[in-house]
């Protein structure tokens, strides 16, 4: 298993960025697959970013050019850059690890101000 915590959310104007982070704690970090995922009231939660055990990268085309999704296995963390945010980007942004099945963070609250 392991365990995921977020930081990093907040309140930016539009135009602005923000880092997010994901620290894991258990098991072999390496080995999984791991992602950013929002969620906005009403909506189903949907795939941000996603990192694969060989580095491999892939985005939702509304954030492609703008967010990059990196991770450091020594360090059990996943990295989210945020840049030229929208209005639409607003949601609360969930860490996802997986292997066999799917480990959430609690999720950090993102707001894009107009």
């Known amino acids: 298993q392991v365990q995921l915590v977020e930081s990093g959310g907040g309140l930016v104007q539009a135009g602005g960025s923000l880092r997010l982070s994901c620290a894991a704690s258990g098991s072999i970090f390496s080995t999984y697959a791991v992602g950013w995922y929002r969620q906005t009231p009403g909506a189903q939660r949907e795939l941000v970013a996603r990192i694969n055990t060989g580095g491999t990268t892939n985005y939702a085309d509304s954030v492609k050019d703008r967010f990059t999704i990196s991770r450091d296995n020594a360090k059990k963390m996943v990295y989210l850059q945020m840049n030229s945010l929208k209005p639409e980007d607003t949601a609360v942004y969930y860490c996802?690890?997986?292997?066999?099945?799917?480990?959430w963070g609690q999720g950090t609250q993102v707001t894009v101000s107009s």
């Open positions: 996802n690890a997986h292997r066999w099945s799917d480990y």
